[in-house]
């Protein structure tokens, strides 16, 4: 501790003992006068000896708060352990004391050197500054500024500290020091490095100026001067924290300007050292260790600074989950992406956060299609212009084509601003799908929109832009324009693909009957006969052609071989042959041949007597017998006709007949009962 020299008592006292002497010429004066004078003379253990000796005599009565206030001070000299006992106990004994400032003094000067700044002010703003001689008035201002600092009062500091720095040559340098210490703290950097450029190459200051003036070099943005400075201080060998805080400094600094190799240099040395290294520090680390491809320690680094609390935390949430990707972790990756997706303090990384767990959704599990379509349908309510607008409208086309929904898919397609050649051929695709269901509910002319629609979309889906032209056929065909249906149908047969057997062989069967329908029975049998080589045809299908190029020949009437194609076609024994067994009795009636066209009628009703032809074959078959005299069959025929169709076209003329031929036979009775 400083030596303190009480000018008050030697002005004050010496009368006092003078006449003490004068009056009291005894031993205790004279002990007194020897402990006082060694007291002066710094020897305070002599003056503590002999100033406790008199507090135990009876004859020093006179000496006694003298005395006390001796052993006092002496103690405070000594930094004895006792000092705060003694000298407060001194106050609480003689509060009324003439040496209560500098009791207060010591008592201030003991708690600021112990570290005890709270109570050093304390004591310190008790005492009256004009009682406190110039020099000590300096000592007394830097330890209150200093305390002020340490109770965060920067503000009642940084007056005394500028007043010390301009007038006092002792404390000039540590004012200036904590000045810009004070303005550093304060983020007044230029203030600050101005206080501290003048302490730089102070031998107890400088050091920790430099180190300071490095701080705001790279707060500044100035990271060349930054690294200058902290590679100086680094050489200089530092204390471990200074020497970690340096570190950082130097790799941020080599961060910022693009010195990755120089960074990660630091940055190992700074957390290797750092008791709790820095977020800044550990998300650049970690950046740095995703840049190498070293995703394993990016995911160590950047999970320590990644946080929902500001941009580097969000940043490092969306690095987390990049890195997480690359080690195929799609789950923590997703996590990772949502919780940078969770803030906005930086649109762009949500951004690409969002877009990224829309992404691992689509990807990992398919089938969790609300959960992935929710996801993308708010990135591009959000983000309509982003650059991944056309992906992610490209994959919800993808979402609604597998899940079958093809108008909501066709929205998001017309969506895409710069469409691919692959997305045209999803359009195509998409209209062609839509057409088909729209036929299926038999929406014939919208159907037909989406085809034509198809269509002009252009050869990107050759497939597709074939079966559109197919189906628009159908549709055509449908609503009974033959002409445009039969144009469809033999462009569609016209283009080389490599579709389904199947449609080709239907294309020749519906041109066929586009032809049928027109009448130009010519025609019409030259594409049924082309229907009936393509390979793989249906036995159904083959029923009805053969069926058809029979009413084809016996519309020309070449009967003979039309009855040929009918008795195809009644072989099969499927739809359509109970038909072609009523065309071949026709034929045989037209040649006369009642006997065989009765057989025939017959075996309709026999083997299909669901078949819509039942009436007209009871019918024919009656007049049939009629014309070959048999009366008694024509009677009965009819009247199976009657009893199998009351409501049909033919029972009225067929009661008629009937009515005629009980007539014939003097049956007057039920010829009046059928009428």
């Avoid at 045809?537 to 084809?552: E, M, Q, V, W």
């Amino acid at each position: 501790m400083r030596k303190r020299y009480i000018t008050f008592i030697l002005i004050g006292l010496c009368a006092l003992w003078g006449n003490a002497q004068s009056l009291y010429n005894t031993d205790a004066a004279s002990d007194f006068n020897k402990g006082h004078i060694m007291y002066l003379n710094g020897n305070y253990t002599g003056c503590l000896d002999i100033m406790q000796s008199l507090l135990q005599r009876d004859d020093a009565s006179q000496y006694k708060e003298e005395a006390a206030f001796f052993v006092a001070m002496s103690q405070a000299r000594r930094s004895s352990d006792r000092t705060e006992i003694v000298l407060n106990s001194y106050l609480q004994q003689y509060p009324f004391t003439i040496h209560r400032h500098e009791i207060l003094l010591a008592l201030g000067n003991y708690y600021f050197h112990t570290g005890n700044y709270a109570k050093a002010l304390d004591c310190y703003l008790k005492l009256d500054i004009d009682n406190v001689n110039t020099s000590e008035r300096k000592d007394l201002y830097y330890h209150i500024a200093f305390c002020h600092i340490k109770a965060n009062n920067e503000g009642k500091a940084l007056p005394l500290l500028k007043s010390l720095a301009q007038n006092s040559p002792k404390h000039r340098d540590e004012a200036r020091y904590y000045e810009g210490y004070i303005y550093y703290k304060n983020n007044d950097y230029s203030n600050a490095a101005r206080s501290l450029s003048m302490v730089q190459t102070s031998s107890d200051f400088g050091y920790e100026a430099q180190y300071l003036l490095a701080n705001i070099d790279f707060l500044k943005n100035d990271y060349a001067q930054a690294i200058a400075r902290s590679e100086q201080l680094l050489d200089d060998s530092p204390s471990p924290s200074h020497a970690a805080e340096l570190n950082r400094i130097l790799g941020e600094s080599h961060y910022q300007l693009g010195n990755d190799t120089r960074a990660d240099e630091h940055f190992t040395q700074y957390l290797h050292s750092a008791e709790k290294p820095s977020r800044n520090t550990l998300y650049m680390a970690g950046i740095i260790a995703y840049r190498n491809s070293n995703h394993s320690h990016a995911i160590e680094l950047l999970s320590q600074a990644a946080d929902t609390t500001d941009a580097i935390g969000q940043n490092a949430y969306l690095h987390l989950g990049l890195s997480y990707l690359q080690q195929q972790d799609i789950t923590k990756a997703t996590q990772a992406f949502e919780q940078a997706a969770y803030t906005h303090f930086d649109e762009t990384t949500r951004e690409i956060a969002l877009y990224n767990q829309a992404l691992c959704c689509y990807e990992s599990n398919f089938s969790m299609f609300d959960s992935t379509i929710t996801l993308f349908e708010k990135f591009l309510k959000q983000y309509p212009k982003s650059v991944y607008a056309d992906d992610v409208n490209t994959r919800l086309s993808d979402l609604y084509i597998n899940s079958r929904n093809y108008k909501k898919a066709l929205d998001y397609i017309e969506r895409i601003q710069k469409p691919s050649r692959e997305i045209l051929q999803q359009k195509q695709q998409v209209l062609y799908l839509i057409g088909t269901e729209e036929f299926a509910n038999n929406s014939i002319g919208q159907a037909g929109e989406r085809f034509s629609q198809a269509i002009k979309v252009g050869n990107y889906a050759p497939e597709y832009r074939a079966r559109s032209i197919y189906w628009l056929g159908e549709c055509c065909y449908r609503n009974k324009a033959y002409k445009e249906a039969l144009r469809c149908y033999n462009q569609f047969l016209t283009i080389p693909i490599t579709t389904e057997q199947d449609i080709i062989a239907l294309a020749h069967y519906n041109a066929a009957y586009c032809h049928f329908e027109m009448q130009d029975y010519n025609e019409a049998l030259t594409a049924f006969e082309l229907f009936t080589q393509q390979p793989g045809i249906s036995n159904p299908l083959l029923t009805d052609a053969n069926n058809r190029i029979g009413d084809c020949y016996f519309n020309a009437k070449e009967y003979n071989i039309a009855y040929k194609y009918y008795e195809k076609a009644a072989d099969m024994r499927l739809a359509g042959s109970d038909y072609a067994i009523l065309q071949q009795a026709v034929i045989q009636g037209v040649n006369k041949k009642n006997s065989k066209k009765v057989k025939l009628l017959k075996r309709l009703v026999t083997d299909y007597p669901q078949s819509e032809y039942g009436e007209e074959a009871y019918n024919e078959m009656g007049e049939t017998y009629i014309t070959m005299n048999k009366r008694r069959d024509a009677i009965k025929t009819y009247k199976k006709l009657m009893e199998l169709y009351p409501e049909g076209a033919s029972t009225r003329k067929a009661m008629l007949q009937l009515g005629s031929l009980y007539y014939n036979q003097k049956d007057i009775e039920n010829s009046i009962e059928t009428y």
